[in-house]
Each structure stands twice: as structure tokens, then as C-alpha cells.
């Protein structure tokens, strides 16, 4: 007969084996993950120091502005949007080495491209692998990360981005600083900018070659009936009992469906309508856009040059609002699983509605200067709004990458249910995408015609709509496990 010395004993015995999470595998996996992530940024960036040489080997003036960004984005839609399904059909990792081998193609055949024509199809491959990588890495790492930190892992995935960013803009300055400039020959008779995208090359090939050495999700390996495999997998994450334990919540959570996961499952057949949970996804994903964050991304320079900044002051900027940018998400990631996504969101929604305000009034009390040799007209403010200006838009940064801009990539990947998770992702990402496009491809139109001040206060009115949104739709997913997520 069992002694209760010795039933604590065995108690004590199953609790510490529970407790053995490999914290520096689920961490390595993660940060492979993310590579994703910098390439993401890096292919963003990129763009930005090649524009001079591609307009002369093409002899086109609007290569990197226009259309030309915005088409990109086109192939991030349809990346994120294929992806998503296809990730049920053939694995999250699976979809992460297809993305890794799209970021080489693109690389090196935006460098060796020789006409207007061929560069656009680069990289809009390259915007197919942006898109996939955009979606499959927070989704891959909510499948494989423990439940407490989940959040700050996953938020890793926008500090990438940034370094993605940063490590394309410095690489792009040393490489002109090399040969002085981006239309000069390099090396092997080829000019600057084609090496500035073939730089691209180095992280694309640690990333394709890293992904092997990773497991694929152990939720899509359980969907797929391969429950060993996933026990395998889950074992050298959590430990022997727990590994066991979640196949078994993953399998039961799956069973309740019976069949495999189709875009038929965000319809609600009993209630005749589309699920709720896939309306807060598009929501999170279109108001992450709709609040204008990528105008400060896309167009800074050309922002703070029309309000009277001269280049090299535009610039620096720039390289503020990029360093804000990373202390901002680093604050993010220790605040994600302590107090919660919908608290972020929030406080980031509340802080840029004011913020977007301020630059609002600030732009309102500007008028408009002809220049005396061009005649071109621009927006002068005076040192006072100018100043409030710059201090409020990036106060508005701040706010977009602590709270909307790393949260809405961790909630798409662990709101949905493990059913319509790879689906859900597929809709949410293309809605993301559009919204990008959309805001990209309006803000040059805006500026010439209703002027910032107008443009702005629609992005005012975006971030103000997103609190009420925040408040009344969006549910806590802090702390709970992905088998509990619900329709």
C-alpha cells in the first residue's frame, strides 16, 4: 500500500519533470525562426541606396518610389496569404525554407537583373518570401514556445526586422563609401548597387542552412497523424511527461473537427456567418496599417524634407526613429507576458491617436514656400511646431513598435484555434499586406494634393477607431496554451 511519504515523493518526482523546459533549444529554434524576420527588414531596406544606380542602368526615374514600392508589397500579400495554407499541406518549417530559397533567388537576381522589367519580377519573388516569412516565423514559434514566454519570443521577430533594417542601410553606406557610389564598378566589373542586394546572399544562405536543423511544428506534425514524431519533438522542448501530455491536448483539440483544416472552417455553418475570431484577426492586421506607420518607414526622408528639413537633417532622423525603434520593441518584449497583449495595445493605441494629433496641429500651422531656384513648394513650419513635430512623430514610433507593431505579429500567431491557425494566418496576412500596399501607394498622392496635415489626420483617425477596437474585440491570450484558443 502507497505511503503519503511516499505519494509526495513520486508527486514532487512528476512536477520537477514537468518543469524541464530546454529553455536554450526553444530559444535557438526560435531565433532561426527569426532570421526570417531580419531578412524581412533587410529586404525592405535595401531598396533605399540602389535607387541612383537602378535609374541609370535602366534608364527609369521611378524605379524605388511609386508603384515600384508598392508592387512589392503585392507579393508580400500573396506570400503571407499562400503560405498560410499551404503550410497546412506541407509543413510551417517547410514554408520558412521555401521563403529562404525565394530570398536568395531575389537577391541575386535583383543584382544581376538588366532590365526595369526583370528587376520588378526579383522582387516581387522577393516580396512572396517577405510575406511567407511574415506569417510562418510568429506561427512557428507560438507552436514551439512555452506558453509563459511565448510573447517575448515571438516579439523577437520585430527586433529582427529592425536589425534587418539597420544592417541593410549600414551595408549599403559602407559599400558606397568603398567605391563612392552606388553607380560606380565594384568589384568583378559589376557596379555598387547590384552588390548592395547580393550582400542579401549571406544572412538568406545562414538562414536556409539553419532551418534544417530545426523540427518542423509539432502541431502540424500531430495534424498530420506522425504523433511520434511530434511526441519526439515536444519531449526535447518540455520533457518527457509534458511532451506526451500535449500530443495528447494537440490530438483531442484537432479530433473535434474531424477533418483537415480548409478555408471552409472560418465559416461558421451553424450561425450562418464568419467566424468572430477571423474578423479580429483582419482587424489587428488592417488597423496595424491604417495607423501610418509605413509612411515614416517608406517616405521619412521625403517626410521631413517637406516640412522645411534639409537632406542630411531628413536623413539623421531617420537613424533616430530606427533607434527608438529598437529600444521601443526591446520594451515591448519584457512587458508581453507580464502585463498581457490587449493592455500593450491599448496603451499604444491611446499614445499614438495623441501623438498622430500633435503632428496633426503641428503640420495645420505650417504654410507653404515656393523655392526660389525650382519653384517647388514646400511645407515650413516654424522652429517651435517644427520642433513639436519631430518630438511628437517620434513619440508616435515609440508607441507603434512597444505595442501595435510587435503584438499584432505575436496574437495572429497564437489567437486561432489550431484548426484554422494556418487559414487564419493566410487571411489576416493578406489583409495585413493589402493595407500596407494601400497606405503606401495613397501617401504620395495625399502629399501632392491634400497635403500632410490631411493625410495625417486619417491616420489620427485610424489609431483612434483602434481603441474602441482594441476595447470591445480583442480578448487577453497571455499565458494560456494554444490547445485553449477558440473561435
Not at 151 to 177: D, K, P, R
Not at 223 to 244: F, P, T
Not at 389 to 411: D, E, H, K, T
Request: proline fraction near 2%; glycine fraction near 10%.
Amino acid at each position: 500500500m502507497l505511503n503519503w511519504v511516499d505519494f509526495l515523493d513520486q508527486t514532487l518526482t512528476i512536477l520537477k519533470t514537468e518543469e524541464k523546459v530546454n529553455n536554450l533549444y526553444v530559444v535557438g529554434i526560435s531565433l532561426v525562426a527569426t532570421l526570417g524576420g531580419f531578412l524581412f527588414g533587410f529586404d525592405s531596406g535595401v531598396i533605399n541606396g540602389t535607387v541612383d544606380g537602378l535609374q541609370v542602368a535602366f534608364n527609369a526615374e521611378d524605379i524605388g518610389s511609386g508603384f515600384n514600392v508598392a508592387s512589392m508589397l503585392l507579393g508580400c500579400a500573396a506570400g503571407a496569404f499562400f503560405a498560410g495554407r499551404l503550410s497546412d499541406l506541407y509543413g510551417r518549417r517547410s514554408m520558412l525554407i521555401v521563403s529562404a530559397l525565394f530570398f536568395i533567388v531575389s537577391a541575386f537576381g535583383s543584382g544581376i537583373a538588366t532590365s526595369s522589367g526583370e528587376f520588378i519580377v526579383y522582387r516581387i519573388l522577393g516580396g512572396l518570401a517577405v510575406g511567407a516569412a511574415s506569417v510562418m516565423a510568429p506561427a512557428y514559434i507560438s507552436e514551439i514556445a512555452p506558453a509563459k514566454y511565448r510573447g517575448a519570443l515571438a516579439t523577437i521577430q520585430q527586433i529582427a526586422i529592425v536589425l534587418g533594417l539597420f544592417f541593410s542601410f549600414l551595408s549599403n553606406y559602407e559599400l558606397v563609401i568603398f567605391s563612392g557610389s552606388s553607380k560606380n564598378v565594384l568589384w568583378w566589373d559589376y557596379e555598387t548597387w547590384r552588390w548592395m542586394f547580393w550582400m542579401e546572399l549571406v544572412p538568406a544562405a545562414v538562414f536556409l542552412i539553419s532551418l534544417f536543423f530545426i523540427p518542423e511544428s509539432p502541431r502540424y506534425l500531430v495534424a498530420k497523424q506522425k504523433q511520434s514524431k511530434a511526441e519526439q519533438v515536444l519531449s526535447k522542448l518540455y520533457g518527457a511527461v509534458v511532451g506526451k501530455r500535449k500530443v495528447a491536448d494537440i490530438d483531442a483539440s484537432l479530433a473535434k473537427d474531424g477533418h483537415k483544416p480548409s478555408f471552409k472552417d472560418l465559416y461558421d455553418k451553424v450561425k450562418g456567418k464568419v467566424k468572430p475570431i477571423v474578423w479580429v484577426g483582419i482587424g489587428l492586421a488592417v488597423f496595424q496599417q491604417f495607423v501610418g506607420i509605413n509612411v515614416v518607414f517608406y517616405y521619412g526622408a521625403v517626410l521631413w524634407q517637406a516640412v522645411g528639413f534639409g537632406e542630411s537633417d531628413a536623413l539623421l532622423i531617420n537613424v533616430l526613429s530606427g533607434a527608438l525603434s529598437i529600444v521601443a520593441v526591446v520594451i515591448a518584449l519584457l512587458l508581453v507576458d507580464k502585463i498581457g497583449r490587449k493592455p500593450l495595445l491599448l496603451i499604444g493605441s491611446i499614445g499614438m491617436s495623441v501623438t498622430l494629433a500633435l503632428v496633426v496641429i503641428a503640420f495645420t500651422s505650417g504654410s507653404l514656400v515656393a523655392d526660389p531656384v525650382t519653384g517647388e513648394e514646400s511645407l515650413q513650419l516654424s522652429d517651435a511646431m517644427g520642433m513639436l513635430a519631430l518630438i511628437a512623430a517620434n513619440a508616435y514610433v515609440v508607441f507603434f513598435n512597444a505595442s501595435w507593431g510587435p503584438v499584432m505579429w505575436v496574437m495572429l500567431g497564437e489567437m486561432f484555434p489550431n484548426q484554422i491557425r494556418g487559414v487564419g494566418l493566410a487571411v489576416a496576412g493578406l489583409a495585413q499586406w493589402g493595407a500596407n500596399f494601400l497606405v503606401t501607394l495613397t501617401f504620395p498622392v495625399l502629399l501632392g494634393s491634400a497635403g500632410l496635415a490631411f493625410a495625417y489626420s486619417l491616420y489620427t483617425i485610424g489609431a483612434i477607431i483602434s481603441i474602441f477596437f482594441v476595447a470591445k474585440y480583442v480578448y487577453e491570450t497571455k499565458g494560456k496554451e494554444l490547445e485553449e484558443m477558440t473561435a
